[in-house]
């Protein structure tokens, strides 16, 4: 078998997406059993952070959308989905108070750690 070098290539950028992506599935597996047997606020955090990642992105996005008008669609689906996610994962739980203000709570902070790097790097 003779493999393109040009078609499929690993380079140090590539590599660092893979471990974060590794890390995040333990995260978000950690997160999902603590929400499913965890009590307290803890539990609310947890069910709520993997929907927090995805509308905090989203709405990094459209915050700086002057820099992003070439994915209005990916933006808009991004901001979806953890909307879509987060009405799944609480089904009729939606709108108690812990969990709209843990979500909202994980929403800023993670607008605030897209944010940041942004600042303090430039």
């Known amino acids: 078998m003779i493999v393109n070098q040009h078609a499929f290539f690993m380079d140090v950028w590539m ?13 978000f597996g ?4 603590i929400a499913r047997h965890g009590k307290g606020l803890v539990k609310y955090i947890r069910l709520n952070l993997m929907p927090a990642v995805f509308f905090s992105e989203g709405m990094y996005k459209v915050i700086h959308i002057q820099d992003y008008m070439h994915m209005k669609g ?3 689906m991004t901001v979806c989905i953890g ?25 800023v902070l993670g607008i605030l750690g897209f944010t940041v790097p942004g600042i303090i790097l430039d």
């Not at 590599?15 to 995260?27: D, E, S, Y």
């Open 83 to 107: 909307i879509l996610l987060y009405a799944m994962m609480n089904r009729r739980k939606s709108f108690r108070w812990r969990n709209l203000v843990s979500f909202l709570g994980l929403s």
């Open 74 to 76: 990916g933006i808009a």
């Open 30 to 33: 950690y997160g999902a059993w």
């Open 15 to 27: 590599v660092k997406w893979i471990v974060m992506a590794f890390l995040a599935g333990f995260i």
